[in-house]
């Protein structure tokens, strides 16, 4: 039986990206399936979505980008996907790439693939404060996970079946699934690798952790759920 793949695209105000992003996978990935997660959005975006003929899941309210992917998830598990592509409407993400991860995950029979823009060298210019928190993750993850990840933060994954079915049953969704979720799915025996990939900066040049408060934010959060995450193995080993 062929494998059904399908790519969760959480968006939030993206009338000026969604339509390209969602053509660009149609034309690479003909094969996939896409669910739209229109976040509340105050613009287009619903209706630019419903024009293309692409199913789009309307919250009622703003939930944020986690629980957004989230539910994207959860519609992937009940509609029996054996593949999720994590990728974002901005126009970051490339689907022409998407095979890369898909060719890692036959070679290796990992569970969860991260496309990484550090594992070789690229044009992708990392803004300052993600510079810094890219290589504080990956040290942490090296040094309780053994395991080296260069880009703990890309949001460009691919999940298989047993993935898709732990996200989709967690109670609390961390509110920024980056690093955090590689330690806990490392820590518990899933494989995660990586594959190098091109991204580009979003077109809108906005970002969720763009400014120097949400930056801040960001690494707080992220952190206090690592050691969370990580006191809580322990405390089961112990």
């Known amino acids: 039986m062929e494998k059904k793949y399908l790519f969760v695209i959480p968006a939030y105000n993206e009338e000026k990206n969604i339509e390209k992003v969602v053509k660009d996978i149609q034309k690479n990935m003909p094969k996939a399936d896409i ?3 229109n976040d509340c959005s105050k613009d287009n975006t619903k209706e630019i979505v419903e024009n293309l003929g692409v199913p789009c899941l309307n919250v009622p309210f703003n939930m944020g980008y986690a629980m957004a992917m989230q539910t994207g998830i959860k519609y992937a598990c009940e509609n029996n996907y054996d593949y999720v592509i994590q990728f974002d409407g901005d126009g970051q993400h490339l689907a022409s790439e998407a095979e890369k991860l898909l060719q890692r995950m ?7 693939v991260i496309g990484s823009r550090f594992l070789e060298k690229t044009d992708y210019k990392h803004p300052f404060f993600r510079k810094i928190g890219t290589k504080v993750f990956s040290l942490i993850i090296k040094i309780f996970c053994h395991k080296k990840i260069t880009d703990p933060t890309s949001g460009f994954q691919l999940l298989d079946r047993s993935v898709i079915e732990r ?27 990586e594959v190098s990939v091109k991204m580009k900066l979003n077109d809108t040049g906005q970002s969720m952790h763009g400014g120097i408060i949400k930056p801040i934010k960001y690494m707080i ?3 206090y759920t690592i050691c969370y995450i990580i006191i809580q193995y322990l405390g089961k080993k112990g």
């Open 106 to 112: 036959e070679e290796t029979n990992a569970n969860i």
């Open 167 to 193: 996200y989709a049953k967690i109670g609390k969704y961390p509110e920024f699934p980056d690093a955090n979720l590689i330690i806990e799915m490392l820590l518990n025996g899933y494989e995660i690798e």
């Open 35 to 37: 669910v739209i997660i």
């Open 221 to 223: 959060n992220v952190l």
